[in-house]
Each structure stands twice: as structure tokens, then as C-alpha cells.
């Protein structure tokens, strides 16, 4: 079983400043995958980023960076230059990934509402 | 390319009835999950289809069911509608069955049950 703890349930950030969405995890899988969500008002989900548990690097997309530090089970996305449309809940997610295909649907933390101001 | 579509968008039915409801994936996607989002529970995994195969099933009882047909379109059902079931219902597609794949979300079919 899988558990993804979020525990800011909102945040108040200035434009432009960055911003660090906080996600602990729990897992008994070796190999497992993180990912990060948008979801706007309008509720539609967007994909924000991706780290495999045995990637070496840091995933990095754009203005996106997720923090993976495997030692504490930890995977925090690091936002850089806040904008304004960037307000939305963010929701962590993970599931294991297994090397002979096939996928389990993903756990989801409970969010965080960032909320940018001018 | 077009994204995930979901129909209807919205739905308000009354306790005991039952509801279906669709989910067009990507293009060449072949892999169809389904969620339920509430703001009690958050965002809970129901199934997942792949080649029109129930691969995966959710902690939900049997009133909730699936399938997908051989162009990957999908629907899910929930029969004897409770109050407990209005909710965010979201789809998302992948191009296969690999947990490393990203999943790409519909715009959901928000459920009211009366």
C-alpha cells in the first residue's frame, strides 16, 4: 500500500517569489514513480512532472523542479518564478512500476492550494 | 491532437437510479483509468483498462463498473446511485500500460445525486 502526505493544505506566495509545495511518501515498492499535478478551478488535472525512483537526477521541466530525496521519502516540487496562473491545488501522486508492464492506478496526497498574489 | 473528452459534463440523478458515463481517450492511447474526486476523500483510484481488459480495480464496492471497447473508448457505471456518489468523476488515458507513463485528464463528469 501506498500513502502520499501533503501537508500544506494552502499557501500564500508572492508573484514572482518561488515557491516549495511540500510531499512525503510512503511505499514498500522498490521501484515506484512520483508525479505532480495542476488542477486549476476548472478541474481539469495537468501533468506537471515525473521522477522515477531510480532516476539519478532531479527531474527538471521549465519553470517545474521536483526536490527527490529518496533517503527521507520525500519529493517536493519547486516552482521558480511564481506567476499568477499559477494559482491552483497541486496534488503529489506515486505508483510502483513494475518491469514487466502493467500499472496501478495512482495514490494521491490530499493537495495543496497555492494561491499567488500580486 | 485532441485531448481526453468526457460526456456528459454534468449529471444530477436521484438516489437508487443508475448513471453511465464516457470517456474518449487520446488517439492511440490504450490505456483508460478512472477517479473519483469528492472533497471528503480526495482523489480515489476506481479502475484501469487496457485492451479492453480490466487491469486494476479500486476499494469501491461492485456498484461501480467499467469496461473499454476495442477503440479504447470506456465507460464506467455506478448502479443504485447513494448520496455518498455525487462527485468529480475524471478519466485520463495513457499510451500504454507502463506505470512511468503520464496520464493525460478529461475535464471531468461532475455527479449530483439527489
Not at chain 1, 93 to 106: F, I, K, N, T, V
Not at chain 2, 45 to 73: A, D, H, I, M, V
Request: aromatic share 12%.
Amino acid at each position: 500500500a501506498q500513502k502520499i502526505t501533503q501537508t500544506q493544505p494552502g499557501m500564500f506566495v508572492q508573484e514572482k517569489e518561488a515557491v516549495t509545495l511540500d510531499c512525503t511518501y510512503d511505499t514498500s515498492d522498490q521501484s515506484y514513480g512520483l508525479f505532480w499535478y495542476k488542477q486549476p478551478s476548472s478541474g481539469e488535472m495537468i501533468f506537471l512532472i515525473y521522477q522515477g525512483s531510480y532516476d539519478e537526477q532531479n527531474a527538471t521541466e521549465g519553470r517545474y523542479s521536483l526536490n527527490f530525496q529518496k533517503a527521507r521519502k520525500s519529493a517536493n516540487l519547486v516552482i521558480s518564478a511564481s506567476q499568477l496562473g499559477d494559482s491552483a491545488m497541486y496534488f503529489c501522486a506515486m505508483r510502483p512500476l513494475y518491469s514487466g508492464g502493467g500499472a496501478d492506478g495512482l495514490t494521491f496526497g490530499k493537495g495543496t492550494h497555492l494561491i499567488i498574489q500580486p | 491532437k485532441a485531448g481526453v473528452t468526457q460526456t456528459p459534463r454534468y449529471l444530477i440523478k436521484t438516489r437508487g437510479q443508475q448513471v453511465t458515463l464516457s470517456c474518449s481517450p487520446i488517439s492511440g492511447h490504450r490505456s483508460v483509468s478512472w477517479y473519483q474526486q469528492t472533497p471528503g476523500q480526495g482523489l480515489q483510484f476506481l479502475f484501469e483498462y487496457f485492451s479492453e481488459t480490466q487491469r486494476n480495480k479500486g476499494n469501491f464496492p461492485g456498484r461501480f463498473s467499467g469496461r473499454q471497447f476495442s477503440n479504447s473508448r470506456s465507460e464506467m457505471n455506478v448502479s443504485t446511485l447513494e448520496l455518498g456518489d455525487s462527485a468529480l468523476y475524471l478519466c485520463a488515458s495513457s499510451p500504454s500500460d507502463r506505470g512511468r507513463d503520464e496520464q493525460f485528464f478529461g475535464p471531468g463528469t461532475r455527479l449530483t445525486v439527489l
